[in-house]
């Protein structure tokens, strides 16, 4: 029986003993990996925006069946306020985590700008999800083999980190920000997965594939609908359910246990370019992220 936790905050599920939180479960890949993971008898958190499409997405895994359970978990990656509210309600559910899946994403044609006046992909795509990561791992180094993926994408390689003007207020172009969130993405994954090696946490990124989702649709307007309605006729791209899998496999598999620091596509390991393998990009992009969010 699926359920919001909101009514029980702080039961325990006894279907399963292991526990997952999925970031922008509420459509999508989020969706469809909340969906698979209760099949195969998880506790998992959708953690969603939206309080209305949050409960519409937990009866549609209702609906999908399985032995697991899900709830709901309110989380605004664009207002920090809000991550940290949405890192204490998750404290006082569970006291071990055995996946956390940093799935959310945004893209964006015009610039925009989180709450706390951060570019919006790179604020939502890597300083939500990297002080939300550090918020729970506690919680994931609880957990006796704990793993963290990292939906990223291959539009990192169109990217670079724009130290010099990384939210972009001096120039702006859709492709460059979104480049550059999904590279953050993959060297915050790498420099991660160095800092909890010896917790025994395995940090590994992915790129999906082309994924037809509503990445990019804007929910006020619809502007976006009819490229996504076009899109979704071509045989080429995926369905969020096939795009699900790389990040299921990381998550779930055995053949993966104990692998750490790597970038699958299709389930398979895939050569990083050099930039995303730069460490000391990546230590400087953590210091960096550490003063943007207010981490010490």
């Not at 399963?16 to 998992?44: D, H, I, P, Q």
């Not at 025994?200 to 609908?225: C, E, S």
């Amino acid at each position: 029986m699926l359920h919001d936790s909101l009514n029980d905050a702080k039961g325990e599920s006894k279907l399963t003993a292991k526990t997952a939180l999925v970031t922008g479960a509420n459509s999508g890949m989020g969706l469809a990996t909340s969906a698979e993971l209760v099949k195969r008898g998880y506790r998992v958190l959708m953690a969603c925006r939206s309080r209305e499409r949050g409960e519409e997405a937990l009866r549609k895994v209702e609906e999908t069946g399985g032995p697991g359970s899900a709830e709901l978990v309110l989380c605004d990656l664009a207002d920090l306020s809000s991550i940290r509210h949405f890192a204490e309600d998750v404290h006082g559910r569970i006291s071990a985590l055995d996946v956390l899946i940093n799935n959310a994403g945004v893209v964006s044609l015009k610039r925009q700008e989180t709450r706390d006046g951060f570019e919006l992909a790179l604020g939502v795509n890597h300083l939500g999800h990297f002080l939300a990561t550090n918020l729970l791992l506690d919680l994931i180094a609880n957990s006796e083999k704990g793993r963290i993926v990292v939906v990223a994408s291959g539009a990192y390689k169109a990217g670079r980190i724009h130290f010099d003007d990384p939210h972009m207020r001096k120039s702006y172009n859709v492709v460059k920000s979104y480049g550059q969130s999904k590279l953050a993405n993959i060297l915050f994954a790498r420099e991660l997965a160095l800092r909890v090696y010896d917790s025994g946490i395995a940090v590994n990124a992915l790129h999906p594939g082309a994924v037809l989702t509503q990445l990019g649709v804007n929910r006020g307007t619809g502007f976006g609908q009819g490229v996504y309605r076009a899109l979704g006729r071509l045989p080429s791209f995926q369905t969020p359910e096939e795009g699900a899998s790389t990040a299921v496999y990381l998550a779930d598999s055995p053949e993966v246990e104990g692998v750490s620091r790597e970038y699958f596509y299709r389930s398979r390991p895939k050569r990083l370019d050099r930039k995303a393998e730069d460490d000391d990009t990546a230590a400087k992009l953590w210091e960096w992220s550490e003063k943007e969010v207010g981490l010490s």
